[in-house]
Structures are given as C-alpha cells and as structure tokens.
C-alpha cells in the first residue's frame, strides 16, 4: 500500500526503474561533449518534460503529492518543451543542416502560457501548494478543478492533448516524407531508430491523452475499481521512458546523429583499402552502406595521399568530404573500431613502407621519409612505426636487404 491506492509490485519497481533509468540518460546526455548540440538538447528537453510528468503522476495518484506540494503544478511549463521538442528532434536527424529561425520560437508559446497560468500557484507559496496537494489526497476529483490564472487543469489536460497529438501527427509525416523522397540518401540505421522512437513516443501520448481525458471527464472518486484505469497510463508512460531511455544509453551514438550517404561519391570511390591487414573491414559483418561510407572515406584518403599533409585533421577532413566531424568519427570507429588518427598513421606508415620497400628511395633519409609519408618529427616517424609493426624503421629496412 502506498499512499491511498493500491499498487502492486511491479508497478512500483516499474516507476522506480523509470526514474532511475531517465536521470542516468539525462545525466548521460549532459555528460557527452561531442555529440550535436540540437539533438542533444533536444532529446534532453524530452527526457526532462516527459520524467516530470511521469512523477507527479506517481506523486499524485499515491497520495505522495502532499510531501513534495510544488511538484503538483510547479514543473507543468516543461510539460509543453515535449511536444515541439518531438517534433524537431524527427526533424534534425532527418535534416542535419536545419537551423532553427526566429519563427520557430512561437512553438514555444505554450511554455508562456503555462508559466502564466501557472503564476498564481508560484505567488501563493508554500501554504497554498500544501492546501491543493491535500484537496487532492483527500478528494481525487478536485485535481482538475484546481483554478490556474487562465483557466481550470482539466481544460490544460485537454489543451496538452491537442498538442502531443498535433506535434506526433507533424513528426510521423515528416518521417514519411523523407522516406519517401530521400530514403536511398539517409542511413537505415536512423530510419530504424526513428521509426521505433515514433511509435514510443505514440503510445506515450496515448497514455498521456487517457490519462487527461480520464481525470477531467469520468474520475468521480478513488476506489478499488478506479485503480486499475488509474496504474494502466502510468504503467505504460514507465515502460516508454525505459525502452527510450535504454535504447540510448545501449546506442549512444544517437547523441551524434547519423551521416548522409552521397551514393555517387561512394561508387566513384569504391576502390580498395589499404594494403595494411589492420584497415580492412568485413562487409559480411556490417551494414553495406555505413560499410561503403567508411570505405569511400578511406579510398578517398589513400588515393589522393591526403595523409601526406603534416597537418591533415578530422577538420581538414570534414571539409574535404562535407561531412560533419562526428559522423566521420562514428561510421570509422562503428566500421573498422579505430579512431580517425590511427587510421590516419596506420596509412602514413603503410606509404613509409612503400618508400622503404623502393629500392630507388635509397637518396631518402628516414627523417626524409617520415616526412614525405605526413609526419611532423622524425622521432614521431620512429615511434609511430615501431607501435604498428613492431620493429623500427631501420630494423625493418635491414629485413628487406637480408630477404
């Protein structure tokens, strides 16, 4: 027993879980430096609307609400960042380069409203916040009776109904959309994602819209028989703040976005990989088209030696193919588990070995060679070489004159 309404275990572990689980995504989601600063936000807008709401419908229909009284309104203006933030985080994904205008902001209109509406239980202080939360214990009905400066809760349920519902609707034909004009351009990978996001993110507002229309409209009392219809959006709400949350923190990578595939540059460069062993990748174990990216990324660098230059970065990079440094990063380190300076040594060396291997390179010196191969001290040639294979660059050239 918790509070006044029966809970049985389950749906006690299962609000725990969801808590627990969400702070440690949100938590997650701060703590990643690298990821896009837009779906980073916004994915944390949603994480922290959505867990809000989760707890003050756990505080509220357990009759904790009267511990904790500000939580009863004082955390409703997040409830409105969910919706646009649903939307637009379809959107970015979808559309790396969408930048947000000045008109974008009036999606943010309810959150003012709310925050009005809601300022006459900030003013009222602690006292009044203690007077709604024990109308609410002792009576469940009074929840949507409770007077905001604009207008009554149940009118506000309604009102976050028409809009979790608009903004789910907006961001399932945006994703239809694009699949259907531009599916042979995007990753399947943030298709699958997004698609298994949608239909979470559904099944929430449904909750969300029972959960409203239900406590506005046909709640009359609490009692044995109401229980059940009262744990049923609650119990659903849990398991969709999980299953987003763990999915996250199992794919982290959604923090970064996924690359655009240019399938005309990929089949001009699908030439081979480096001759070095540890560079190739198994295209059996791994999703063809991350798979044809990451090799036309390498081709591109092998074939135009752009390794050469001393100072060739993940910038330089992200320049010459037009991509973002974090989707460079993530389609390297997913395809051959490498990070791009190692790949980028890897080949530096692989063409030193070239050199070495020439006997008409005999005029070169080792520092001569490191050079020429993109290092910027001979000590770094030296170093950089022995880690890779194992020997130094003088060992190495007297195994080739003893062979």
């Known amino acids: ?41 916004l994915m944390f807008a949603m994480f922290w609307g959505i867990i809000h709401y989760h707890l003050v419908h756990v505080f509220v229909i357990t009759g904790l609400i009267k511990d904790v009284p500000f939580m009863l309104r004082g955390f409703a203006p997040f409830y409105y960042i969910v919706q646009p933030a649903i939307y637009f985080y379809v959107v970015v994904n979808l559309n790396e380069n969408y930048t947000f205008s000045k008109i974008d902001l009036l999606h943010l209109t309810p959150v003012l409203y709310a925050i009005v509406d809601n300022w006459g239980f900030y003013s009222g202080g602690p006292n009044h916040w203690q007077l709604w ?5 002792n009576n469940y009905t009074e929840i949507g009776n409770y007077s905001g400066t604009l207008l009554k809760a149940k009118y ?34 943030v298709l699958k994602w997004l698609k298994f996001f949608l239909i979470i993110m559904t099944l929430f507002v449904l909750s969300v ?7 506005s409209i046909f709640i009359k009392s609490i009692n044995q028989e109401s229980n059940l219809l009262l744990t049923i959006p609650l119990f659903v709400t849990g398991l969709s703040i999980i299953a987003l949350a763990t999915y996250i923190l199992l794919n982290p990578i959604l923090l970064y976005g996924l690359p655009k595939i240019n399938y005309k540059t990929i089949n001009d460069n699908k030439k081979s990989l480096s001759k070095f062993k540890l560079l190739q990748i198994d295209n059996e174990k791994n999703d063809s088209k991350e ?7 390498i081709s591109e660098i092998k074939e135009k030696q752009l390794y050469k230059n001393v100072d060739f970065s993940m910038d330089l990079a992200s320049k010459h193919f037009s991509l973002p440094n974090h989707h460079i990063s993530f389609i390297l380190n997913k395809q051959i588990e490498k990070s791009f300076p190692d790949i980028i040594c890897e080949l530096r060396i ?8 020439d006997m008409n390179n005999k005029k070169y010196t080792m520092e001569a060679i490191g050079s020429i191969s993109g290092f910027n001290s001979r000590s770094n040639f030296y170093v950089s070489f022995k880690k890779i294979t194992g020997i130094t660059p003088n060992e190495y050239l007297q195994n080739i004159k003893l062979n």
């Not at 692989?350 to 291997?357: C, E, P, Q, R, S």
């Open 1 to 41: 027993m918790i509070g006044y309404i029966n809970l049985s275990v389950p749906v006690v572990t299962l609000m725990i879980s969801a808590v627990l689980v969400t702070f440690i995504t949100i938590g997650s989601i701060l703590a990643e430096k690298n990821g896009n600063p837009k779906l980073k936000w």
């Open 133 to 137: 939360s024990n109308k609410i214990v």
């Open 156 to 189: 506000n349920f309604l009102l976050r109904i028409i809009l979790y519902i608009s903004y789910i609707l907006f961001a399932w034909r945006y994703y239809i959309k694009n699949i259907l004009l531009n599916r042979e351009i995007k990753a399947q990978f």
């Open 209 to 215: 819209a029972f959960s409203s229309i239900y406590n």
């Open 291 to 297: 798979y044809n990216l990451a090799n036309a990324i």
């Open 350 to 357: 692989d063409h030193a070995i070239g050199l070495l291997k």
